[in-house]
């Protein structure tokens, strides 16, 4: 009997660790142009995300569309790029408040060789830049 008294928190330990233990992506795979958030070398809890979805929906690439400002233009890049960093500052705050320690473009995380399974959070997204 005693010895079972020691057995079993080793193996609630070994259950544990098991249930936490970190996803990686393999270093052959990583593309760094699909990750916007987090290290793709030691995760547990990833999402994905639509960004170019995201970027279409901030004010400032609606203001671009609704006042037709021709693409090359001065106006068009600083409003792009003022779109692009909208939806980074509201990937980085959804991780943060969900607790998604890394986010990825839609499709990369499935498409892997070993596909990795996770949350969209493109109309949370959405809906944050819209704010």
């Excluded at 030691?42 to 690439?61: G, H, Q």
């Excluded at 959804?94 to 990795?116: F, K």
Aim: aromatic share 8%; hydrophobic share 45%.
């Amino acid at each position: 009997m005693k010895r079972l008294s020691v057995i079993a928190p080793v193996f609630l330990v070994i259950a544990s660790i098991v249930a936490y233990a970190d996803l990686v992506i393999p270093p052959q795979d990583i593309e760094l142009e699909q990750i916007f958030f987090g290290n793709p070398a030691s995760f547990s809890n990833p999402a994905e995300i639509d960004v170019e979805a995201l970027t279409l929906a901030t004010p400032e690439f609606k203001e671009i569309k609704r006042k037709k400002i021709k693409k090359g233009t001065g106006k068009y890049w600083i409003l792009r790029s003022n779109a692009t960093d909208r939806a980074h500052r509201a990937i980085k705050k959804l991780a943060e408040e969900l607790e998604y320690d890394l986010i990825a473009n839609e499709g990369y995380l499935g498409e892997l060789p070993t596909p990795i399974e996770c949350d969209n959070i493109t109309k949370n997204a959405i809906k944050l830049v819209k704010e």
